[in-house]
């Protein structure tokens, strides 16, 4: 007779003392485990899903409610000075009573740059690496996510998620799945970049503001479109451009996504070439 194969051959049950024990669906044959471990908290071998055990003598088995959802771009690698600026952006917003997050603007009356102000919160609470999921089949891994202590998520107060960008933009995978969730639901994903410290990235304290500050970013990702400033990088003009010689067709994602680099993070990185000379 054939054994019965089972999506789930094992589960790792987590006891409240922090003991983690792995039960394998030939085990839970025996009564007595069954009676110990249902109520349990129970989670799949790649620690994705949440498992339950469901009581059928012999044929007893572990089972999942809902979607097994997968991470859209997998684990990603992280650096020290990646996982350090977690770290220091995690504190920093955490510790303030209000928050700016900016960007800055070349304003062409002064000749000077200026901060402009993209999103004001207060009352938030972040956390590190949090798994965040709006569609049936995946998630992603936020650097840093906070949500409003009133527990809201709207326009008025949306989630925020801030991605650290030290080597590599989000592959078009993941990009295209970001546009897609902020369409969804009130969410800003913010990009600070690295290499853009600290003349177009920063954290400064407010002077004269008591506990306040600001972030200072470049670009962010909120209703399906990467804004650059307080415009949409589909709505912005790029003819003063010598090589932009054929307009990008931003209903192609592919396009899209190109035009980033080659309209933003290129120029912003020449920019500041030139400034540190």
């Not at 997968?70 to 504190?91: P, T, V, Y």
């Amino acid at each position: 007779m054939k054994s019965k194969h089972y999506k789930y051959e094992k589960g790792i049950v987590l006891l409240n003392d922090g003991t983690r024990i792995s039960i394998s669906t030939k085990q839970l044959e025996d009564e007595g485990i069954r009676a110990k471990y249902k109520g349990e908290k129970i989670i799949d071998e790649a620690e994705e899903v949440l498992l339950f055990i469901r009581s059928r003598g012999k044929s007893s088995h572990f089972f999942s409610r809902g979607n097994n959802r997968k991470n859209i771009r997998g684990r990603k690698s992280i650096s020290k000075e990646h996982k350090e600026k977690i770290a220091a952006i995690h504190n920093f917003i955490n510790k303030r009573d209000r928050v700016r997050i900016c960007c800055s603007y070349y304003d062409y009356e002064t000749k000077k740059s200026k901060l402009d102000t993209i999103f004001t919160f207060t009352k938030y609470y972040f956390e590190e690496e949090v798994k965040y999921s709006v569609g049936k089949s995946n998630y992603f891994i936020s650097d840093i996510f906070g949500i409003s202590m009133s527990l809201n998520n709207s326009n008025k107060e949306p989630h925020i998620a801030i991605e650290i960008i030290d080597s590599h933009f989000p592959d078009l995978k993941t990009f295209n799945y970001f546009r897609q969730i902020t369409k969804e639901t009130p969410l800003i994903i913010l990009f600070y970049y690295l290499e853009f410290e600290p003349i177009f990235n920063n954290m400064q304290n407010n002077t004269g503001e008591g506990n306040n500050g600001k972030l200072k970013v470049m670009h962010y990702i909120q209703d399906g479109s990467f804004w650059v400033g307080d415009e949409r990088i589909e709505e912005k003009v790029y003819s003063y451009i010598k090589t932009y010689e054929v307009p990008v067709d931003f209903s192609v994602p592919e396009e899209y996504y190109k035009a980033i680099d080659e309209l933003e993070i290129k120029k912003i990185r020449s920019k500041q070439t030139a400034m540190k000379q």
